[in-house]
């Protein structure tokens, strides 16, 4: 492929994704925009030079899903499973709601810990420290799925 035809396909690509980021609802501007990125990536991908190119050197379909589009992809499959695990460790509302813990503390997670030590038991400073805690938790599964990233961007 020519340095031409690349530079036409990037263009062609970074349209399409500020086409989706332009059609986010308010609703929709936490994480759930972010899916319609994703979406938005994958159905300008379709129409992409590089998977006819691929085409025409004759890779079958694994061979260009593998070799083309997951790697055009893999900035926003990373940055949705980053906002995919921070959400799942801010989960309250459905424990507060069904379960106030469960029985014996089995449905318990961080932020509902933080809830009821701050809140029900009036310890502040215990709180603050499971906030720390799952603050520090946070970075560290953030910071190893950067490194797993950089390692097979290579």
Excluded at 55 to 75: C, E, H, W, Y
Excluded at 118 to 140: H, N, P, T
């Amino acid at each position: 492929m020519t340095a031409t035809a690349a530079r036409a396909t990037c263009a062609s690509f970074s349209h399409c994704v500020r086409a989706a980021e332009s059609r986010k609802s308010p609703q929709n501007s936490d994480f759930y925009g972010h899916r319609t990125t994703y979406s938005e990536k994958a159905h300008c991908i379709k129409d992409s030079v590089l998977l006819e190119a691929a085409k025409v050197d004759g890779a079958n379909f694994i061979q260009t899903f593998f070799r083309v589009t997951i790697p055009m992809l893999s900035s926003t499959i990373f940055f949705v499973s980053i906002l995919a695990t921070i959400n799942s460790f801010k989960v309250f509302d459905q424990i507060n709601i069904l379960t106030e813990g469960g029985p014996g503390y089995s449905t318990n997670l961080l932020v509902y810990c933080i809830y009821h030590y701050a809140f029900k038991e009036q310890d502040f400073g215990y709180a603050s420290s499971v906030a720390v805690l799952l603050f520090v938790i946070i970075l560290i599964i953030s910071m190893v799925q950067v490194k797993v990233k950089n390692k097979v961007a290579l």
